[in-house]
């Protein structure tokens, strides 16, 4: 079995790290390991959601916000949660003699997700896609942080770095992801580094009767995306 905790989600925290939880008729502040407010993704009041116990005796709170349950399954809430499943998936891809670094700053000004130590040398860069809708629009923020990342990769590709972007999509309900066509510099940066040999891959959350949440590749996804006209036709 799990060592999950179940609650009932009453409310997210003027501090944008912290939530309200009720847990056997008891309230309690429960950490949110995302800088953004969940409520612009996921509809959360009311709903059954997945905590964990938190480690260590320094701790804030006694429990961290994991993921809320709705008709269609699981929506994953902790977004560091999106390395982590990745990671067991790229480890088994490479002998173990090779290491695999996080957050290990590749350029200057930019830090990747992981760096696996091969040859050459490959830059593993994770986006969360959290949403509870069947169909998800990407960026869902239109932000220069990551336009700066896909200008860096663009460089780490010019300098024999291999790149692999990876969407990994945090909720079993969604079914589309489609690029945003407002996004123009967005897109045709992203254009760009596949063209330099960038990897696009596409992940979906799964999890098992006993809530082990895991990720597997969705070659279809990622087909569906590269061959998106907005993705085409950008100049």
């Known amino acids: 079995m799990s060592n999950f ?3 009932i989600f009453i409310e997210e925290c003027k501090n944008r790290f912290l939530c309200l939880v009720q ?26 959601v997945l905590l964990i116990k938190n480690k260590g005796s320094r701790t804030r709170t006694e429990y961290s916000l994991y993921a809320v349950k709705n008709e269609n399954g699981y929506v994953v809430l902790n977004l560091s949660a999106a390395n982590t499943l990745l990671l067991e998936v790229i480890r088994k891809e490479y002998s173990s003699n090779i290491s695999i670094q996080k957050e290990k700053f590749t350029l200057e000004g930019y830090k990747s997700d992981h760096l696996v130590v091969s040859v ?4 593993v860069e994770v986006k969360s896609i959290l949403s509870d809708k069947a169909v998800v629009r990407f960026p869902s923020v239109n932000g220069e942080r990551s336009i700066r990342q896909l200008k860096a990769l663009e460089e780490a590709l010019l300098k024999g770095y ?3 972007y990876c969407l990994v999509l945090l909720s079993s ?4 992801l489609t690029l945003d066509e407002s996004a123009a510099d967005f897109n045709s940066r992203l254009k760009k580094c596949i063209e330099l ?4 891959e596409a992940y979906r959350l799964n999890a098992t009767r006993k809530l082990r949440f895991f ?3 969705d070659s279809h996804l990622e087909n569906s995306i590269l061959g998106n ?4 036709n950008v100049e």
């Open 5 to 7: 905790v179940r609650g």
């Open 23 to 48: 847990i056997k008729k008891e309230k309690h502040l429960c950490y949110v390991a995302s800088s953004a407010r969940l409520s612009n993704f996921v509809d959360l009041t009311g709903k059954q």
């Open 120 to 123: 050459p040398p490959t830059i």
């Open 162 to 164: 291999q790149v692999r």
């Open 173 to 176: 309900c969604i079914d589309n």
């Open 197 to 200: 040999g960038m990897r696009l």
């Open 215 to 217: 990720i597997e590749r």
């Open 229 to 232: 006209e907005v993705l085409l």
